[in-house]
């Protein structure tokens, strides 16, 4: 199967022709979450609460779980439309499914339901996965090459991409800029001059949250200049990424709330965010004091639910959470040492 971009996936979606399994792929967070939710304009409004379903599958952590997981996917995945001509299926998260530990027989079983799935299609349904990255060389990703449309959301690897990301986006609004904006832009979202052995790159978030403050600027002009850029630029991207939480496992609350502010107007998606402060409460949080384990998991679902429902503003739920924990960490290490 072919390998697209997301703009001719959104081609697709907007001539009501699509594929029935689509894998998207890349660290742009933002583009991959905005073209699944865009998968969701295939069924009219009014019926969507019936027919498009999105499921995480992040906390597929063992072979049970991985067994009732992929059997939920199925069961939604068969189910009939209601009143409309498709279902869409949408799987978050989807590298935890894709490519999960074989550690028991659940999840051998479940690895073979999903590649059933896979292999015939239902053609009443559009099933898209979303993943941040998936093993090349497995036999999961080698059956979705063959099965689905693999949509390229990545990320820019140095300056030069950085730049080439930027006019694109730019002409697509109809508008022309400066190369000295987009590199302007470019360099201060983080990129190097040249892609790193390590992997690391900028920050494709951050990067376009600047063209899209940017375009809001010059409105109205036909060119962008290098003067528009530094006018709406931002401070420098974020040199330590795990500076948040540092400061919550150091219970220091301003320091952390400073640090999500940061986060949050560099572009960072408060899913992102999120998934950070998952890791820190999985991995640290355990060893403060079993007593701040709890409340602080339970604290984590209840945000992890407010967002995914939009019960509130996202900045407003995070900054929370953040103050909880840090009160958490503090608790922690007065007991520990009073």
């Not at 299926?89 to 059933?116: G, M, N, Y």
């Not at 559009?126 to 990255?133: D, E, I, K």
């Not at 929370?320 to 608790?331: F, H, K």
């Amino acid at each position: 199967m072919p390998v697209l971009a997301a703009g001719a996936v959104r081609k697709q979606i907007q001539s009501g022709n699509t594929d029935p399994l689509y894998l998207l792929l890349g660290e742009d967070e933002v583009e991959k979450l905005a073209l699944a939710s865009e998968f969701a304009e295939l069924v009219d409004e009014g019926l969507r609460a019936f027919n498009v379903e999105r499921i995480h599958a992040g906390d597929l952590t063992t072979g049970d779980k991985l067994l009732d997981g992929v059997a939920s996917i199925v069961a939604s995945v068969k189910t009939l439309p209601l009143m409309a001509p498709r279902r869409v299926v949408s799987v978050l998260e989807a590298e935890a499914l894709l490519a999960p530990k074989r550690e028991s027989d659940a999840a051998t079983r479940a690895l073979e339901q999903l590649e059933a799935l896979l292999k015939t299609p239902e053609p009443q349904t559009t099933l898209v996965f979303v993943a941040t990255a998936v093993d090349k060389r497995g036999r999961m990703f080698k059956l979705l090459q063959r099965q689905a449309t693999i949509v390229d959301c990545g990320s820019p690897e140095d300056l030069a991409a950085a730049e080439r990301w930027v006019r694109a986006k730019v002409a697509a609004a109809g508008v022309e800029i400066d190369p000295a904006a987009a590199r302007a832009l470019s360099v201060r979202a983080g990129f190097p001059e040249r892609a790193r052995n390590d992997g690391e790159t900028g920050d494709v978030s951050r990067l376009r949250g600047e063209v899209d403050r940017l375009l809001l600027y010059a409105l109205g002009q036909k060119k962008i200049t290098v003067e528009d850029a530094r006018a709406i630029a931002g401070p420098a991207a974020l040199q330590d990424q795990w500076a948040m939480t540092n400061a919550i496992e150091r219970g220091q609350t301003g320091d952390a709330l400073r640090q999500l502010a940061l986060m949050l107007d560099a572009g960072s998606p408060p899913e992102l965010i999120l998934g950070q402060i998952g890791w820190l409460v999985r991995t640290k949080f355990a060893a403060l004091a079993p007593a701040v384990l709890r409340p602080a998991v339970e604290s984590l679902f209840r945000t992890d639910l407010d967002l995914k429902r939009s019960a509130g503003d996202p900045r407003v739920l995070l900054e929370r959470l953040v103050v909880e924990l840090c009160a958490g960490s503090r608790s922690a290490k007065a007991s520990r040492y009073g």
